[in-house]
């Protein structure tokens, strides 16, 4: 990969941030050494890593693989049959116990995590090696007492020595006689033995052996001759010691040189397990999404923020290359954002290639380059005698001769720095060689002659940054398929410079690049209103989309409502059946038994019983009848909007909400439904809901309730003050409520989130609002706000 390009697109600050993500030196070596992939398969397997790795730190959290020591000297020292420090086997430990807790860490609550769990599955844990050097060693110069009952015993024989040796120096130094020949009353240690301070003139007082003398040579430091065996026999227990601390270092060096395969293999595997990790930790700090990487040839970015600049200041792009067109030419005013854009568009395609995600939409492709080549920014050389100009063109000759089908060019003001007329002829003769060559190329320029190039070429297409005048600031929005505009008249006109200056300078120039500039105005203008009739176009799609919803499910709910009738009906006429059956079986037995009795009085008596019985069953039908048919429907001038009815054939009670017309239809509340019915099928009822009203408040009534059934599911205040705003959705709220409404939406457009903060504040205090939220993706996203509306 050129590194030229790599050092313009600052790639290099990339790798910075990624390698304060990793856990250990040695991860942060491989970020060090990290390049762009030109292999399509390695390329997708390192995305699908940090996939995973984001996957795995949003649901549990990242691997517990920071702070893993590099122990490779240490393997090959214990393999060659070296005895390994505490520190070296402390380190050993600690690379054993982080196997354990991956190991752990990877039992449950995962994603599915195909990559990452067939590394994993490759660590090899070895509890026992792990226990006996935590056993053995407490810190990289102590071992413990529990490393061997040797060892243990050999201290506690050095301890009762210690104390031995002390006693006997304390005699000689508390008794009286001696007090005038010591220096000091104190025990002191030379050479690992200990020895009294013993004034120079009275040294033949301490037969013994002199260790040391003082600088200004009036004490000497002497071992009594009384405690030189002791002192003896402690330094023979102190070898000892040393000789077990030994050997038990070398057996636990042992342990980890027959080891040595799995341990070596356990560290590739973590430093492996951290870089992901890193990659994971970096995607989630810039919020960012896998690309799609594609062999097509071509680029697309949606929403694809540059990742050195802050989120919060950083304006996305939607831009594509590769498809309908190979070579695009920005255009637009200075500090517009035209070489932020090249840099965009150059440092994600190196992040994709090198396995990053990068901060954009996952609908992002990204093609694979086999190499990139960037000309931006000042490149005049003060050493080589070198113009801007000059320096450019020798690093775009390089380009010419090198770029094919697989690179992607970034130039940045192709053809500035000398004569207009020759760099514009220039820039075009470059930008031919390029497209012939199959190169990818974005340019960004000032020249109306690439403009007009562009628009006259097929392959090539101009795209243009947006720039707000009135502001004199630009926005930061790329739009493609139309060429920008410099707009220097307009921003000199705001500055403050005469208008007889600026009508002047119209005059210099040539009258088509005038007539040019202008139909760009026109085309930017057009461009903007049809935005603005797509996005209210979108709006109203989406609250018809939403209202067909609710019709939808109202016929649902009524299709629902009709087949559990008729299956009810159904029911009930086979109940009827079966109990008519059974009625005339027992009359039919009680005749045959009628024939065979003698007594006319007893006959008579159970004839009675037998047609009562009859006319029981008779009446309970009828009753049942009597339900299914309207023996007194309502006449139309008994009612008025507001009566109470029952609804025959849906067995339930509702409200007139208009007069009947000359078919007899009239409109009928039942529930939240409302729907046309017959007058046959309704009956007047008084269950004790209906209260006289004045005709005044009659009048009123009615009004409130026609002007209730027109309300819409949706309001739009897009435009208006928050004051006017929330005036208007408070009282659309109130009309909503009335018209039982459970779902409506407010359009507020997103802005700079006035308007949103300010309805969703008069929200959260409305009586009739019982939730809201802001609009899904395919409901209008921020620019919305969707009401649940209270239905008590």
Known sequence: MNKKALDVLEYKKIIELLKEEAGSEMSRKIISELMPYTDVHVISEELRSTTEAVDLIVRKGPLPTGGIYDIGQSLGLARKGGTLSMKQLLQVHYNLRICERIVSFMKSDLPPLPLINSMTELIVTMPRLAENIDRCILSEDEMSDNASSELRSIRRSIGRQNEAIKNKLNHILNSSDNRTYLQDSIVTMRDGRYVIPVKQ???????????????????LFVEPQVIVNLNNELRELEMAEEAEIARILAELSAGVAEHFHDIKNNQEILIQLDFIMAKGKFSCRMKAEEPHINEDGYLLIREGRHPLIDEKKVVPINVSIGKDYRTLVVTGPNTGGKTVTLKTIGLLALMAQSGLHIPASSQSQIPIFDDVFADIGDEQSIEQSLSTFSSHMKNIVRIAEEADADSLVLLDELGAGTDPTEGAALAIAILENLYKRGAMTAATTHYNEIKKYALSTDGVENASMEFNVETLSPTYRLTIGIPGKSNAFEIS????????????????????????????????????????????AIMINLAMKKKQ????????????????MIADAREEAREILRDARETASEVQKELKELSKLESMGERNKRFDKSRRKLKETEGKYAERLIRQVNNNPVQASEIKVGDRVKVLSLDQNGEILSLPDDKGNLLVKVGIMKANLSLDDLMLINDGTGKKKSSKSSKYGQLYKVKAQNVSISINVQGESLDDAVMDVDKYLDDAYVAGLK??????????????????????RHKHVASFRKGNYNEGGDGVTIVKMKTE
């Open 201 to 219: 003139e009275h040294r033949a007082r301490f037969p013994g052996i002199v260790h040391d003398q003082s600088k200004a040579g009036a004490t």
């Open 493 to 536: 006109k705001k500055l403050g410079l005469s208008e007889t200056l600026i009508d002047r300078a119209g005059q210099l120039i040539e009258r088509g690049d005038i007539e040019f500039e202008d139909v760009i105005s026109a085309i930017e203008a057009d461009k903007k209103k049809a935005e603005e009739e797509r996005d209210e």
């Open 549 to 564: 919803e609710e019709i939808e499910k109202q016929m649902a709910d009524l299709a629902k409502k009709k087949e559990k």
């Open 743 to 764: 779902e409506v939406t407010v359009i507020h457009g997103r802005g700079e989130g006035i308007l949103k903060s300010g309805i969703r504040d008069m929200c959260k």
